[in-house]
């Protein structure tokens, strides 16, 4: 049974800084897609960043480029969103998942993998940025 469990949200002032964690437990394959998404009140789940286990290629929403740094580690499975500079509009529900795609499609181009294309999710942590 595939787990995913997010940890690191909480809330900060504006400039400040937070890292997301996400483990993975029991995901049967080596090479996959993994995504942060963000949701607030009222929306539906929009991508943040996503990363290729293979390639390690990346991929961000334009909003949070240059400030936010997705990365995993493969030993522990676990993957991480490092959040700088962050602006009261990063404020939301951040959730993890992870899905078997191919590297082109996770990160390769201009868009992201809309969040109905993975499987996977954790149960969210909870982003708080006050001005």
């Known amino acids: 049974q595939v787990q995913l469990v997010e940890s690191g949200g909480g809330s900060v002032q504006a400039g400040g800084a937070l890292t997301l964690s996400c483990t993975v437990s029991g995901y049967p394959y080596s090479y996959y897609c993994m995504a942060w998404f963000r949701q607030v009140p009222g929306k539906g789940r929009e991508g943040v960043a996503t990363?290729?286990?293979?390639?390690?290629?990346?991929w961000y929403a334009s909003s949070v480029k240059g400030r936010f740094v997705i990365s995993h580690d493969s030993a522990n499975n676990t993957l991480y969103l490092q959040m700088n500079s962050l602006e009261p509009e990063d404020s939301g529900m951040y959730y993890c998942?992870?899905?078997?795609?191919?590297?082109?499609?996770?990160?390769?181009?201009?868009?992201?993998?809309?969040?109905?294309?993975?499987?996977?999710w954790g149960q969210g942590t909870q982003v708080t940025v006050s001005s």
């Open positions: 998942a992870v899905e078997k795609l191919a590297a082109y499609y996770c990160s390769g181009g201009d868009f992201n993998p809309p969040a109905a294309e993975f499987g996977a």
């Open positions: 990363i290729h286990t293979g390639d390690d290629s990346t």
